[in-house]
């Protein structure tokens, strides 16, 4: 399992419908992640530069796209972007991996 960040804005209709019918929209976002075989693990409202963060765990990059398409296609939502995320752990590994190859990059020579 992979987590993602995922980030958006409502549309206005959308902050329309909110502000006269509230309700939790973790619950629709749970129910897409898990039937995509993931897990929502935090649902976030926010003010700034988005309306809401999230953070989820979907079984690969497939699940996390086909959930990012489904998300823009209903017409709610702009702006939603996606940031895979990996563990302190696949940091070590990564890192080390670099060290094994840093040395086949040479910077551009120029003129």
């Given at each position: 399992m992979?987590?993602?960040?995922?980030?958006?804005?409502?549309?206005?209709?959308?902050?329309?419908?909110?502000?006269a019918h509230p309700?939790?929209?973790?619950?629709?976002?749970?129910?897409?992640?898990?039937d995509l075989g993931g897990k929502l693990h935090h649902f976030f409202?926010?003010?700034?530069?988005?309306?809401f963060t999230v953070v989820i765990e979907l079984p690969d990059?497939?699940?996390?796209?086909?959930?990012?398409m489904g998300t823009s296609a209903v017409g709610h939502v702009s702006g939603f972007k996606t940031t895979k995320l990996i563990t302190p752990q696949q940091a070590v590994a990564a890192m080390a991996r670099g060290a094994k190859v840093q040395g086949s990059l040479k910077p551009?020579?120029?003129k």
């Open positions: 992979q987590f993602y960040l995922c980030q958006g804005n409502y549309t206005q209709d959308a902050i329309k419908n909110l502000v309700e939790d929209r973790s619950k629709a976002v749970a129910k897409m992640c898990e409202m926010s003010f700034g530069e988005h309306d990059d497939d699940a996390a796209a086909a959930l990012a551009p020579k120029g």
